[in-house]
T-cell receptor, first 113, second 113 residues
Framework: NAGVTQTPKFQVLKTGQSMTLQCAQD?????MSWYRQDPGMGLRLIHY???????DQGEVPNGYNVSRSTTEDFPLRLLSAAPSQTSVYFC????????????FGPGTRLLVL | GDSVTQMEGPVTLSEEAFLTINCTYT??????LFWYVQYPGEGLQLLLK?????DKGSNKGFEATYRKETTSFHLEKGSVQVSDSAVYFC????????????FGQGTELSVKP
């Protein structure tokens, strides 16, 4: 099992550019989530999904879009990047089966100039 | 809303010292509680968890007890090693809200030989 994978590892964008952060999991988990990590603020939930076709907003959703067309994939889209979106982004997945442990990917470091 | 507060770092200890990292939470209902660890340059890994009051989670010599009366989940280890140097995050999963974790701000631990 590869677990949770994220691409790219590192990306530099200019203000106003768009990009998609990819996330995939091979554990057949129903739940998937996106977090951003900023110094001194822990991790904050951006968007999450409880299954294919179902997404909802987290604590800091503005500027980000998501969709979930398959169980395995949960891409995060930045439509018009801003310097405030410079951060480290983590994707996570977990199962419905009562074990609430979330399994995290290795992260994507994003720098917006 | 639900929230997690943990002691600020960085915490610097000598090898074999006793470790306590305080964590308190605010939540409605009966959340599950977690400690995650992040080693330099890596994603987050589950360290331990507890899903109901008075449960004790333990792993790799670390322990934490779910105290509903004091809304706390303090992390302890009797004898730290240099290899324990990392950032530790306390988190809660709100009751019946799979896919969501609410994190504290993280505590950086540095263990010196």
């Amino acid at each position: 099992n590869a677990g949770v994978t994220q691409t790219p590892k590192f990306q530099v964008l200019k203000t106003g550019q768009s990009m998609t952060l990819q996330c995939a999991q091979d554990m057949n988990h129903e739940y998937m989530s996106w977090y951003r990590q900023d110094p001194g603020m822990g991790l904050r939930l951006i968007h999450y999904s409880v299954g294919a076709g179902i997404t909802d907003q987290g604590e800091v959703p503005n500027g980000y879009n998501v969709s979930r067309s398959t169980t395995e994939d949960f891409p995060l889209r930045l439509l018009s990047a801003a310097p405030s979106q410079t951060s480290v982004y983590f994707c996570a997945s977990s199962s419905w089966t009562g074990d609430e442990t979330q399994y995290f990917g290795p992260g994507t470091r994003l720098l917006v100039l | 809303g639900d929230s997690v507060t943990q002691m600020e770092g960085p915490v610097t200890l000598s090898e074999e010292a006793f470790l306590t990292i305080n964590c308190t939470y605010t939540a409605t209902g009966y959340p599950s509680l977690f400690w995650y660890v992040q080693y330099p340059g890596e994603g987050l890994q589950l360290l331990l968890k507890a899903t109901k009051a008075d449960d004790k989670g333990s792993n790799k010599g670390f322990e934490a007890t779910y105290r509903k009366e004091t809304t706390s989940f303090h992390l302890e280890k009797g004898s730290v090693q240099v290899s324990d140097s990392a950032v530790y995050f306390c988190a809660l999963s709100p009751y019946n809200q799979g896919g969501k974790l609410i994190f504290g701000q993280g505590t950086e631990l540095s263990v010196k030989p």
